[in-house]
């Protein structure tokens, strides 16, 4: 039976092109400042990288798993993306979200499982006027573990002292977020946006 329902945040619970658009920005210039080098050279480092790495991911590798590659740690990243912009000025409320969340949240325990930072999280969750709903918010910051690895979601489950076949993840990508879930035994469903959820029934 399920008990939980566990979201990744960007991608599933709002999809905005603007801040897709803002993290990659922030990813060229966080390069550019730590290895010194012109704002177009890290662009294109990144992107060869981006390309490279989608052949093994067989979906769009997150920025964070990126710049990790390039020795950039993901707190100084975090940091930099946390000063180069707010999510706050690209996303409004999500009313229709807000509406299938409040119906969700009378059977289940709702969460939030995001490779994203603290700040990040809170300003987005505050801008699509979600952030009272979640019972717990895991983000990269609660246990210094990054998805798709398989401990981010363990620690996860223990912490919400349930099993993993009593949680139902819904995320955007499969390498990310839909195969390690699988894995430790959730049920999983994937979406192209918020939209997916406007009228989920979880039976
Ligand atoms: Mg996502």
């Not at 939980?4 to 920005?25: H, M, N, P």
């Not at 002292?161 to 993840?169: H, Y």
């Amino acid at each position: 039976m399920i008990k939980v329902i566990i979201f990744d945040l960007d991608g599933t619970l709002y999809k905005s092109k603007e801040i897709a658009e803002k993290f990659a920005r922030a990813a060229h210039y966080t390069l550019s400042k730590f290895k010194n080098i012109p704002l177009d050279d890290a662009r294109k480092l990144i992107e060869e990288k981006r390309q490279q790495m989608e052949k093994e991911y067989s979906d769009s590798v997150p920025q964070t798993l990126i710049l990790n590659s390039f020795g950039i740690s993901t707190e100084s990243w975090h940091k930099e993306n946390i000063d180069f912009f707010d999510p706050r000025d690209y996303l409004t409320k999500d009313e229709k979200l807000k509406k299938s969340l409040d119906g969700l949240k009378k059977r289940y325990r709702l969460t939030v499982l995001t490779n994203n930072n603290k700040i990040q999280t809170e300003r987005t969750l505050a801008a699509l006027g979600l952030n009272a709903l979640f019972d717990r918010v895991y983000t990269y910051n609660s246990f210094k573990l990054l998805k798709p690895n398989p401990e981010f979601f363990q620690k996860a489950v223990e912490d919400l002292n349930v099993e993993p076949e009593a949680c139902f993840f819904i995320g955007d990508r499969n390498s990310v977020d839909l195969e390690p879930a699988k894995k430790l035994g959730m049920l999983t469903y994937k979406v192209k946006g918020p939209e997916d959820i406007y009228d989920l029934l979880i039976e």
